[in-house]
């Protein structure tokens, strides 16, 4: 893991900075939210996406670097322009295990999104948050439906349903590496939250407060068409590759269980490793019985934050505020407090 020292040390070289992050998955929200803080912007992009990415005014990046592939991050160029790299789930597929070793000051822990990569830590810190999760199993321990996930942050794409042992084995290659679920039927809500050292709402941590910014549901596609295909007599194989996301408005009598859940996810993560900081979402199951299950944690900003008109941002902020606003605060007021390498690493 690249010393935080280091990390600190580089970030007092900087007399000023500039937020970067590569162009996919939020980037757009990213660049946005700096804009509404007047923080300089720099997209590391891919030749093939610039027209995109300089399409949209109010959201373009002041500069862009452009690399052959996004596992190419220009370190001393982003370090030239005093930069702080935000990441969400592009940089994580894309750098893998590698984010550890970026000598380059990363927004939040990049202890988090290691332990994200790692689904039995993560089972592991859902546990010590005292949040409910599905079983997890063996594949001789198969007896009715499991989801089959893979490593990465690829937004479902080849996960699996299987409900036998026998099925397990036909479908998942020898030594694969795989987290096998109990399969748990209800609404999927997917938390946006946010964690600060020094912000005034939502619940109180050990370590500063804990806001809730939305909720959204991800769209499968055709796993969310099942009913469809069902009726037409299709024999299609379902498939989880997120396509989109909608908003979600809960019933106002489960939200304290989820802003406790917020809670307990910050107050265990700083034993584990060192603390969350900035955005992160839990993806949950609500049952027929309004039990909460949790299956995953993202450790960084969700694609479901795209998403604009959600209420608890507004009564949080008093403001339309969507979380790449909430970063771009979050650094400005840091910066300016002069306390950057308490939430950079």
Same mark, same amino acid.
């Given at each position: 893991m690249f010393a935080k020292e280091e990390i600190d040390q580089i970030l007092d070289s900087y007399d000023d900075f500039t937020i970067a992050t590569i162009c996919s998955h939020s980037a757009l929200q990213i660049f946005h939210g700096a804009k509404q803080y007047s923080i300089k912007t720099i997209g590391i992009c891919t030749e093939e996406s610039r027209e995109l990415y300089e399409s949209f005014p109010y959201a373009t990046p002041d500069e862009l670097l452009i690399v052959d592939d996004y596992s190419q991050i220009p370190v001393d160029e982003l370090r030239e322009r005093n930069s702080i790299l935000v990441p969400h789930g592009s940089l994580v597929e894309y750098t893998g295990d590698g984010i550890k070793d970026l000598a380059l000051p990363i927004f939040g822990n990049r202890g988090s999104l290691l332990f994200e990569r790692d689904r039995n830590n993560m089972f592991d810190w859902m546990e010590k948050a005292g949040?409910?999760?599905?079983?997890?199993? =063996?594949?001789?321990?198969?007896?009715? *439906?499991?989801?089959?996930?893979?490593p990465g942050a690829k937004g479902g794409k080849g996960y699996l349903v299987v409900n036998s042992p026998e099925e397990y084995y036909q479908k998942v290659a020898e030594g694969a590496k795989t987290m096998i679920q109990e399969f748990i039927v209800g609404v999927r809500a997917y938390i946006h939250y946010f964690h600060s050292f020094d912000g005034d709402a939502g619940y109180s941590t050990n370590y500063g407060n804990v806001e809730m910014l939305g909720i959204? =549901?991800? &769209?499968?596609?055709?796993?969310?068409?099942?009913?469809? =295909?069902?009726?037409?007599?299709?024999?299609? *194989?379902?498939?989880?590759?997120? &396509?989109g996301n909608q908003s979600l408005v809960l019933r106002e009598s489960l939200l304290p269980k989820y802003m406790e859940m917020g809670r307990g996810i910050c107050n265990s993560s700083k034993g584990l490793f060192g603390g969350i900081h900035g955005p992160f979402c839990v993806e949950t199951i609500i049952t027929d019985d309004l039990d909460i299950?949790?299956?995953?944690?993202?450790?960084?900003?969700?694609?479901?934050?795209?998403l604009l008109g959600n209420p608890y941002s507004l009564y949080t902020h008093g403001t339309e505020y969507t979380t790449g606003m909430r970063i771009a605060k979050e650094l400005k007021d840091a910066f300016r407090n002069k306390n950057l390498g308490e939430i950079i690493y």
């Open positions: 949040l409910k999760v599905p079983r997890i199993l =063996q594949p001789e321990e198969i007896d009715g *439906p499991a989801i089959v996930k893979f959204d =549901q991800r &769209m499968e596609t055709n796993a969310d068409e099942i009913a469809r =295909q069902l009726s037409v007599g299709a024999n299609i *194989p379902i498939s989880f590759t997120v &396509m299950y949790s299956f995953e944690i993202s450790a960084r900003i969700v694609a479901g934050t795209n």
